[in-house]
Nanobody, 126 residues
Framework: QVQLVESGGGLVQAGASLRLSCAAS????????MGWYRQAPGKEREFVAA????????YYADSVKGRFTISRDNAKNTVYLQMHSLKPEDTAVYYC???????????????????WGQGTQVTVSS
């Protein structure tokens, strides 16, 4: 059974940093892309960042470029999202997803992800 388990969310002040983790299990993710999405109340799920599990290639939404970094640890089967300079508008539930193939176009389409985690709440106060 495939599982993606996010952790690391919390309540922080604007300007702070957080690191989210996504522990993946249940299958080999070689050739897959791992993505971070977020969803704020009343809004659609929004692409944040993605990484190729095999090559480490990355892609970011413009809104987080330069502030967030996605990385993976193959030995631990874990993907991370390091977030710096957090803003109140970053407040959302953050989800980890996994899907086959990595292209910058596919990475931004939530419907192309096969597996999702349960999400972790990030709240940034002003």
């Amino acid at each position: 059974q495939v599982q993606l388990v996010e952790s690391g969310g919390g309540l922080v002040q604007a300007g702070a940093s957080l690191r989210l983790s996504c522990a993946a299990s249940g299958r080999s993710f070689s050739g897959y892309r791992m993505g971070w999405y977020r969803q704020a109340p009343g809004k659609e799920r929004e692409f944040v960042a993605a990484i190729s599990w095999s090559t480490g290639s990355t892609y970011y939404a413009d809104s987080v470029k330069g502030r967030f970094t996605i990385s993976r640890d193959n030995a631990k089967n874990t993907v991370y999202l390091q977030m710096h300079s957090l803003k109140p508008e970053d407040t959302a539930v953050y989800y980890c997803g996994a899907g086959p193939i990595f292209t910058t176009t596919i990475a931004t389409q939530p419907g192309t992800y096969i597996y999702w985690g349960q999400g972790t709440q990030v709240t940034v106060s002003s």
